[in-house]
């Protein structure tokens, strides 16, 4: 200990050490990550705001000159003792020998107080303007296969400084496992399985962050790849991914299937009678690519994703007032109608600027009031980032600073609002948006002015007279930019598959690795490789082997929902619904100040009231995220649809479909098969056409119209009709 002694003096005095002394212990690169690693400056312990019984650590260790006051300071400096260090009370109650509401955590004979226990005796030194942090962590194995009996793998944490070195940080790094019931990780990085699957593990060190894969698998010696076939690098991706996990992937989808989940995902609607009856006649080999073609230029296709975007763009009369709110929509569909390129259409919101009913895409930054905000809605939206943990402190679970969260900030400090021109009242008012000059950011924790920097990246050279909106938005958009391309092609892919390569769809971090990364890979680099053409990608991916697999589960992939083996089933949309129901039934909707014949989805307003609309889970339009949109089934969905008279209305209609098929001169088997293509597109199975007889006949003393009507609302109310499968 003399030894060590004697090297901090000597370096606080600017003395190299002797030859062979003891190397001191570096608050930034060994004290903080144990505490890390301890969990003391956790979310739920320290690390909070306020902290804990009078005792505040940065989380995780972000705010180093926080966290050496804290120590070294507070409460008088009788956290540690450096005459008698074990007498620290640090080190008391992290082994809990003296009462601490967190329990023990710390081992008195481990490393870690070791280490803890020498910093103390050495003084406390502070070697945070002297000690480098590190440029990036390595784990390995980054990814492995563990096939029982082999249960077990410790994996070994690798830190890389500026001048090249590296050290093994494995003891101070912080390890957590995503799924708990699949493995659990040692202290010591060894990783444990508890059931087959795979699992990512997390390691952390220095606010770096960086995942392991693992797969523990149970191999079946029955287990034979039936080698389907590959019609695309979609399925050569994904095939390999399944190969390795030995799952088989689903037989192709019927014609029927296809038919009614093609329309679906390409226009928002459901095929009609004649155009499944159409479709199942042609006898073209290349029937399949010939529809998607033909869907992608049909105008449904610009009202179908002009939704999509509405959506997360704020498209709402709360934020863009009545008319803006027409105009914007107007605006995106036009977009999507002339196949504007991902980049452009990005870049022309990011830069926009002047009055909202002039210039629609201005509306954007209308609802983002300050430039926290749009920098949060900005990385989420376009860069499929969350930023919005790293506006207090470093993104607990990312690379993310706070230094990067008010960087993106600043390049948005100058967007400024005037009112009108136009003005009618609250709900019925332009705004101007102003790119100004001037503006400026502070940094809550320094207090000093936010210069515009890249994420992850260098400070921008921005002069005075450039809006350094543009300057972030040519970063971005750029086809090297690794969080654009990215982004979008997961999110086509999610509209398309219902769950992303990466899933939450724009929660992308190294801590939350797409399923397939081989697959995202290759989207990306179609995507930057066709000019950012989102027709192309959409074409690609509705034309590959696995986006056209059945959903019917085989003895391999029954479990699986994120590796695309089979089509999950996902309920209709809101809006996509209310049309289906409207055109089975012949009913159309009417909607108040729109045109007669306005489907669901060309609304323009996400504020339109309808109460159909929100009980299905329509999104308020208020953030970027995709989450707002709610999949899940209510028992208030099925009373509307089971017991309401929502649908009884449209039932017995009298210029609705019930009523031409009752007034037709269709046999009743004719008019069974007439009603299941209008609501599952599809016909009867045999079985299915006979009972459907059966209760028409067994009910004949009842009027044919409402034995029909019956048909019909068992048909709406059937699995098959209300999900996209």
Not at 406 to 420: E, I, L, M, N, T
Request: proline share 7%.
């Amino acid at each position: 200990m003399f030894s060590r002694l004697i090297t901090v003096a000597l370096l606080a005095l600017g003395f190299a050490p002797p030859a062979g002394a003891a190397e001191p212990v570096s608050f930034t690169r060994e004290v903080i990550p144990i505490l890390t690693k301890a969990g003391c400056n956790s979310g739920t312990c320290h690390g909070t705001p306020t902290g804990k019984n009078g005792f505040q650590l940065s989380l995780r260790g972000y705010d180093t000159a926080l966290d050496i006051h804290t120590l070294t300071r507070g409460m008088g400096g009788r956290r540690i003792d450096r005459i008698a260090p074990n007498r620290s009370l640090i080190l008391q109650k992290g082994t809990a020998r003296a009462p601490h509401e967190g329990g023990r955590r710390l081992d008195p004979d481990g490393d870690l107080y070791r280490l803890l226990r020498d910093w103390i005796a050495q003084g406390a030194p502070d070697d945070r303007d002297r000690a480098p942090r590190p440029t990036s962590i390595a784990v390995t194995p980054a990814q492995t296969v563990l096939d029982a009996p082999a249960s077990a793998v410790k994996l070994k944490v690798v830190a890389v400084f500026p001048d090249g070195s590296k050290r093994d940080v494995t003891h101070l790094t912080r390890f957590t496992v995503n799924d708990e019931l699949a493995a659990h990780i040692g202290a010591d990085g060894t990783v444990t399985r508890s059931m087959p699957g795979e699992v990512v593990v997390s390691a952390e060190y220095m606010g770096l962050m960086t995942p392991a894969v693992i797969l523990f698998r149970d191999p079946n010696p029955n287990f034979r790849w039936p080698n389907p076939p590959v019609w695309n690098y979609v399925d050569e991706h994904v095939f390999a991914k399944l190969k390795v996990l030995q799952i088989e992937p689903a037989a192709l989808c019927t014609d029927e299937e296809f038919s009614r989940r093609a329309y679906l995902d390409a226009v928002g609607r459901l095929p009609t009678p004649d155009e499944v009856r159409a479709f199942l006649a042609d006898k073209n080999p290349t029937k399949r690519a010939k529809l998607i073609d033909a869907l992608l230029a049909r105008p449904e296709f610009a009202d179908w994703w002009a939704l999509k975007w509405s959506d997360r763009l704020g498209v709402n009369q709360r934020f863009v007032g009545k008319i803006g709110a027409v105009k914007y929509h107007q605006w995106v569909r036009g977009a999507m109608a002339a196949n504007v390129p991902e980049d452009k259409f990005s870049r022309t919101i990011l830069t926009a600027a002047g009055a909202n009913y002039a210039n629609p895409p201005a509306g954007f930054f209308r609802r983002l009031r300050n430039p926290e905000l749009r920098a949060e809605e900005v990385a989420q939206l376009f860069m499929g980032a969350r930023m919005q943990c790293a506006k207090c402190h470093n993104h607990p679970g990312e690379n993310w600073t706070q230094d990067d969260y008010y960087g993106v900030a600043a390049f948005f400090a100058r967007v400024q609002y005037r009112d009108g021109p136009f003005f009618v009242g609250i709900y019925d008012k332009e705004e101007t948006v102003l790119a100004k000059r001037d503006g400026t950011l502070l940094h809550p924790r320094t207090g000093l002015v936010v210069q515009p920097k890249f994420p992850g990246g260098a400070v921008a050279n921005v002069t005075p007279d450039v809006d350094t909106r543009a300057a972030f938005a040519d970063w971005l958009t750029a086809p090297s930019n690794p969080y654009f391309a990215r982004a979008a092609a997961n999110r086509i892919w999610f509209h398309l598959l219902g769950r992303g390569v990466v899933e939450p769809v724009d929660d992308h971090r190294s801590t939350n690795p797409p399923s397939v990364p081989a697959l995202l890979d290759a989207l990306t680099a179609d995507l930057v490789k066709s000019g950012f053409d989102r027709k192309h990608l959409i074409r690609t991916v509705m034309n590959s082997r696995v986006y056209q697999s059945s959903g019917r589960k085989n003895a391999t992939n029954g479990d699986d929902v994120k590796y695309f083996s089979r089509y999950v089933p996902r309920r209709l949309g809101a809006e996509a619904l209310l049309d289906a129901v409207c055109d089975a039934t012949g009913v159309p909707e009417s909607f108040k100040g729109f045109p007669a014949g306005t489907r669901t989805v060309q609304l323009p307003d996400g504020e339109f009231p309808y109460p159909f609309l929100r009980v299905f889970g329509r999104p308020p339009r208020a953030s970027a995220c995709e989450c707002e949109r709610d999949t899940d089934t209510t028992l208030h969905m099925a009373l509307m649809l089971q017991g309401g008279n929502f649908l009884q209305g449209k039932l017995v209609a009298p210029t609705g479909r019930v009523a031409a098929l009752t007034a037709s001169k269709m046999t009743d088997r004719e008019a069974v098969e007439e009603m299941f293509l209008l609501t599952l597109s599809r016909r009867p199975t045999a079985a299915e056409t006979e009972k459907t007889l059966g209760f028409l006949a067994k009910a004949e003393q009842r009027p044919r119209q409402q034995r029909f009507e019956d048909v019909m609302h068992v048909l709406l109310n059937h699995p098959e009709f209300l999900f996209q499968h």
